[in-house]
Each structure stands twice: as C-alpha cells, then as structure tokens.
C-alpha cells in the first residue's frame, strides 16, 4: 500500500522561508513521478511543482517558479518542497502526490496523494 506522509508547513511571515517533506513506503520510489499541489480555501487544488523520476526534469506553476524549489532523494523515499519569499497568497494546504510511471501536473494525474499540511503567511 502506498503511503505518502508530509511534514512541515506551519505559520510564517510574509517573506520567510518553509520546507516540505513527503517521506514515502510502499511503493518503488524511482519507478513515481512526484508532485506538489495545494489548495486554497473556496479553491480547487492547484499544481504547485513536480518533478520526474530521477529529478532531472522539474516543473513549476508561473505563481511560484524562482521562489520554490523541488526535488528528491530515492535513496531516502523522499520529495521536498522549499518555499522561499512567500507571500499570504501562498496560504493553503499543500499536498504532495505521485503517479508511476508519470509525471502529475494536473491533479487529476495524481493517484496517490499525502495527507496535507497547512501552510499560512501573515502579511
């Protein structure tokens, strides 16, 4: 069964720095395409970053390119998200998720998701 278990987020000013961590068991970790998503109050949830098997490739939403970076480490089942200058309209719950085999950018490709973490920043 495929786990994927987050940590970090919290509470930040305007401008300050998060790390995200999605540890993940269950699955052949280099085979998975991994993602960052987030969804923001009265929003549907939006691709935020991703990156490919082997972290060759990265890919970033416009809202964040240059300010948030992914990447992964297969020897420790591990993706991250680091958020640098953020801003209050990078307030939601961030969600990792993955797809063998694929790398998601939309949501709709991810069929194993984290379980969220907040994310809020005071302006």
């Known amino acids: 069964q495929v786990q994927l278990v987050q940590s970090g987020g919290g509470l930040v000013q305007a401008g300050g720095s998060l790390r995200l961590t999605c540890a993940a068991s269950?699955?052949?970790?280099?085979?998975?395409?991994l993602g960052w998503f987030r969804q923001a109050p009265g929003k549907e949830r939006e691709f935020v970053a991703a990156?490919?098997?082997?972290?060759?490739?990265?890919y970033y939403a416009d809202s964040v390119r240059g300010r948030f970076t992914i990447s992964r480490d297969n020897a420790k089942n591990t993706v991250y998200l680091q958020m640098n200058s953020l801003k209050p309209e990078d307030t939601a719950v961030y969600y990792c998720?993955?797809?063998?085999?694929?790398?998601?950018?939309?949501?709709?490709?991810?069929?194993?998701w984290g379980q969220g973490t907040q994310v809020i920043v005071s302006s």
């Open positions: 990156i490919s098997r082997f972290g060759s490739n990265t």
């Open positions: 269950g699955l052949k970790f280099a085979n998975y395409g």
């Open positions: 998720g993955g797809r063998e085999w694929v790398v998601p950018k939309p949501p709709a490709t991810v069929d194993s």
